[in-house]
Each structure stands twice: as structure tokens, then as C-alpha cells.
């Protein structure tokens, strides 16, 4: 089944620097959703991986959550307390129901996200724009925001496989990047490798890449909102999130939102601490 959908492009300085596909033709077993990919850096180096051998309902960078009400929206197994991971017929999806602005540098759009039979679980709000970065020709910003909203009539409790029991810290769903295959580390201002990072509260979070064929880019994460978390992964594969639910589930009560913006420095390059704090 080809995932291969008409793409919008998002364009910096005249170059097209992520593709956004709104509606994927993907097994309903990967929770099909909008996706950015490819995603490069200004001299086109890609920094996203998308469908890995290793997680396949990875999609490159999208708002992805595993426990929506009891339903799957992230793709793949899903975490049973007692029981581990298990293929369940849970799987939703995130499908478009209408476009806002569209422009070269970006886009609006009402999304809903669906339970297995198409029921709509929730409704969201996104805007996504690309833009160069002041004074330098080896970055850019990209800004992503998104408001989701619960039914009138019902709460929407979003959870992770921790708060489903998973002992690991693996607290993740929300804003979820996975980067091009080859080498990374993650640091933040104080601390530096995966176990000291994830689960971390700091202001930014980097990821440091380097390709399969060498080349080099840094990634340089903002905007964690109220009661989230940092998850992370960079020795099984290279992965960010920004995690709605890390240690304890977030309930949106009927007729209520959650808010959340956030924006990623891509640069070309392996850049210092030191380089890395004026990008946050």
C-alpha cells in the first residue's frame, strides 16, 4: 500500500525545506495521521526518518498519542498494564477536515481525531510555518502549534505506556520527531545523554545527528508546556517528544482544550553547548 499522498511544502529562503503530507494512505495498524517528511536542513540534508524497520507507525515528525480514551493514535502494539505490549484492534487515526492559511512558509488546519470505528474522539487546531532564523544561513525554524479539543459532552484522557504500567520512563505521545538514521546524542543545558535527559523539564532539548553518510545536523527542541516532560531515545533510535503524559495521564475536560506550541532550531552542522544556547 503506497503512503505517497500530495505533499504541501513548506519553503525558507526559497528552498523547500519539509514536506507535509495531510492524509497518508497507511495500514490502519500504524494509526495513519499527518506527517512532516522529508524535513532538511537549508543545504538539504533530510533529519526525519519515516515507516523504520524498527517502528513503522514512526511517521516523521507528527502529534501522536498512544492512549486516547482507551484508543491507539500512535500506531503499532499497545502497552496492556500486566500484559505488555499487545496487537489490540484499537488503532485510530488523525484525518483532515479543513484548511486554514496556506502559504509557501506555512498552513492552517482543523483536524479530527478518530476511534477505530470513525467516531470523532476529539478536534484539533494546527498551524505550521517554516522561517529563516536572523543572521544566519545555516538554520532555520520551524513552528508548530496545536490545540486540541474535547467533545461537548465528554472528557478525553490521553495516556502513555508508563501510565499504563511500562516501568521504563517510556512516557510518550504529543509532538513526536524521529530523526534520520545514523549516530546522535541529546543534551540539554545541565545534562547530557539519553538517561539524564529523558523525562528531563529543561527549557531546551538538542540532538546532535549524524547520517548513515556522514553528514552532520543539529536538532534544538522548545517549547514544553505545562505538566510535560522530555522523552527521548538515542542508543535504540533517534526519537523526540514532547510528552503530554509522561508520568500521569492529562484529562481535557468536556468541552475544554490543551494548548501547546513548539518550535525546532534545524541546523546544518554538529554544533557546541555553547552554540546550542542561542538557538532555544
Avoid: K
Amino acid at each position: 500500500m503506497s503512503h505517497e499522498t500530495t505533499a504541501t511544502r513548506l519553503r525558507v529562503r526559497g528552498e523547500t525545506v519539509a514536506e507535509y503530507v495531510p492524509e497518508p494512505d497507511l495500514d490502519p495498524r500504524l494509526s495513519p495521521r499527518p506527517y512532516l517528511h522529508p524535513v532538511r536542513t537549508l543545504a538539504g540534508v533530510t533529519v526525519t526518518d519515516i515507516l523504520p524497520e524498527d517502528h513503522p507507525h514512526h511517521l516523521g515528525v507528527s502529534v501522536a498519542v498512544q492512549d486516547v480514551n482507551r484508543f491507539n493514535l500512535w500506531g503499532g502494539r499497545t502497552y496492556v498494564r500486566d500484559q505488555g505490549y499487545t496487537w489490540l484492534e484499537d488503532h485510530g487515526r488523525i484525518v483532515p477536515e479543513s484548511w486554514g492559511r496556506q502559504a509557501d512558509n506555512g498552513f492552517g488546519q482543523r483536524l479530527r481525531w478518530l476511534d477505530p470505528s470513525g467516531q470523532t474522539l476529539a478536534t484539533e487546531d494546527r498551524t505550521v510555518s517554516a522561517g529563516a532564523i536572523a543572521g544566519r544561513d545555516d538554520a532555520w525554524l520551524l513552528d508548530f502549534a496545536y490545540t486540541v479539543t474535547a467533545p461537548a459532552d465528554r472528557d478525553v484522557t490521553l495516556g502513555s505506556p508508563a501510565t499504563n504500567g511500562r516501568p521504563d520512563g517510556a512516557g510518550y505521545g504529543g509532538f513526536f520527531w524521529r530523526a534520520a538514521p545514523g549516530n546522535t546524542r541529546v543534551l540539554t543545558a545541565s545534562a547530557e545523554g539519553e538517561e539524564q535527559v529523558n523525562g528531563s523539564v529543561e527549557p531546551w532539548l538538542a540532538m546532535v545527528g549524524q547520517r548513515t553518510d556522514g553528514a552532520p545536523y543539529t536538532l534544538v527542541f522548545s517549547g514544553l508546556g505545562e505538566g510535560d516532560q522530555w522523552f527521548t531515545r538515542a542508543g535504540e533510535y533517534p526519537g523526540v517528544c514532547i510528552a503530554l503524559a509522561y508520568q500521569r495521564t492529562l484529562t481535557i475536560p468536556a468541552g475544554g482544550r490543551i494548548s501547546r506550541r513548539h518550535r525546532v532550531a534545524v541546523v546544518d552542522g554538529a554544533l557546541t553547548r555553547d552554540q546550542l544556547a542561542g538557538l532555544s
